[in-house]
């Protein structure tokens, strides 16, 4: 069964639409509001969906610039800095012949 497209004035869903997808419906809800006069109730409800979709959108794009402006520092800073190998360990003092074996 082919999908139904989505009315301009449906609730929104559960899921989250894709960035593309909110703009296309902005565009159609657009188109409606250019088109045939329409009742009040329906300009006021096209035009509250058109605000959600624009909110939407502007916080899609909010997020997307917070991730490019961090891949871009760390493309600046370079390859991260490799840890520094541990300090050696102090020589150990020489070994005692077998007759001098001492524990302190």
């Known amino acids: ?14 899921v989250e639409t894709s960035f593309e997808q909110s703009i296309e419906e902005l565009d159609q809800i657009i188109q409606a509001l250019d088109g045939d006069p329409q009742g009040l109730d329906e300009l006021v409800a096209r035009y509250e969906r058109g605000m959600q979709l624009l909110s939407r959108c502007q916080q899609q794009l909010d997020a997307a610039q917070l991730r490019i402006e961090q891949i871009s520092r760390r493309a600046e800073e370079g390859p991260a800095a490799a840890p520094s190998p541990p300090s050696p360990l102090p020589p150990l003092p020489p070994v005692a012949s077998d007759d001098e074996i001492r524990l302190f």
């Open 1 to 14: 069964m082919p999908a139904r497209p989505r009315s301009p004035l449906a609730a929104p869903d559960a």
